[in-house]
């Protein structure tokens, strides 16, 4: 009799803690639905219980971005572990420059910084961003008086600027800067500090594209800029983030020597075309709409990108017209000339 009754409460509790298990997965499922459905009221939804780490969404500091010189002989870069958002963009020769977005970090070595494009400012803009590079093109130092660009410039703000004489390359490729020397220019020059704007939409939670019919795996991708210049990345199954490479070498930092991750890659495509001056400077035609992907996870979707004005924000949605909500983590935009291989796999 007692084995019975034994053997009946083994069965009571074992019972009510798969109901009791069975309940919270459904919760939890459900929840994660919620989540995923609304990308236009889903801080009201998660925010108290749920936070986004790659930036704090309560937060209106005013990003910094920085034009990262992206010329091999310049490599490794130093800081941009540090970035929650990042632009690769061609310049002039095949050569690209990279834009990197800090906000309420202290990094304390950033670069090796470089000077503007006139296209560049398009991407501050839609930030809200207060620029630093050192130098411009003619037609960038138009535009960062007529488009009263906030920026902090090397060849004025000396003191938002170091060199590291310890590295072999060249002068151009030395001239770096940190927050806490960006904070100083920016105090004196009494800049607003504060932003209301936030360029995507992230999730904490895993965002679910297992319906979308475009769906298909993204281990390793491809994007080839020219025959200069190619960043490729490979997904990290274990870590859920990508390994960044550039040019075939692993993208290692300066400072910890350890390679970049990516959390989130989007990359699409628009024409660029020579301005017709002796250095080969490009413009782009970035004004428009277009398709291009969303990469995250091991996989990759269709999405579709517009922007309407120069300092309007590039709005990215699903291909059904439903805004694009990227998962917590860093994100590096790749705006591809059109026409160059992009290969995902």
């Known amino acids: 009799m007692k084995k019975f009754l034994r053997s009946i409460i083994c069965f009571i509790v074992v019972g009510t803690i798969l109901g009791s298990l069975t309940y919270f997965l459904s919760l939890n499922e459900k929840l994660y639905k919620l989540i995923n459905k609304s990308s236009v009221n889903i801080g009201n939804i998660y925010v108290e219980k749920f936070k ?55 990094t304390t070595k950033i670069g090796s910084v470089r000077s503007a494009r006139h ?9 809200d961003a207060i620029f630093v590079h050192y130098g411009q093109s003619p037609q960038a130092k138009e535009d960062l008086s007529s488009l009263n660009i906030n920026n902090v410039n090397g060849m004025y703000d000396a003191k938002g600027f170091f060199r590291d004489k310890t590295l072999n390359r060249a002068w151009e490729h030395t001239a770096f800067t940190s927050i806490e020397k960006i904070n100083k220019v920016v105090k004196s020059k009494k800049y607003r500090t504060t932003t209301e704007e936030q360029l995507l939409k992230y ?31 490979e997904y990290d199954k274990e870590n859920m983030n990508y390994k960044m490479f550039m040019s075939g070498k692993a993208h290692n930092d300066l400072i910890t020597k350890k390679q970049y991750t990516v959390k989130n890659i989007i990359t699409y495509q628009v024409k660029n075309t020579s301005l017709g001056d002796k250095k080969g400077r490009q413009d782009l035609d970035n004004i428009g709409s277009g398709e291009g992907y969303y ?48 290969k995902i796999e």
């Open 52 to 106: 986004v780490k790659i930036i704090d969404e309560t937060s209106k500091s005013r990003p910094y971005a920085v034009s990262i010189n992206n010329n091999h002989a310049a490599w490794p870069h130093a800081g941009l572990q540090d970035a929650y958002l990042g632009y690769e963009l061609i310049a002039e020769g095949g050569i690209t420059r990279l834009i990197a977005l800090f906000k309420d970090q202290n």
């Open 119 to 127: 296209y560049f400012l398009d991407y501050i803009m839609e930030n």
């Open 203 to 233: 999730s904490p939670i895993k965002v679910d594209h297992s319906s979308d019919s475009t769906l298909k795996n993204a281990n390793k991708v491809t994007i080839k800029y020219s025959d200069y210049q190619t960043t490729s990345y």
């Open 295 to 342: 990469i995250s996870n091991g996989e990759a979707i269709k999405i579709k990108w517009s922007k309407s004005s120069r300092d309007s924000k590039t709005k990215y949605t699903l291909m059904s017209g439903e805004e694009l909500v990227v998962n917590d983590g860093n994100t590096w935009i790749h705006i591809q000339p059109k026409g160059q291989n992009l």
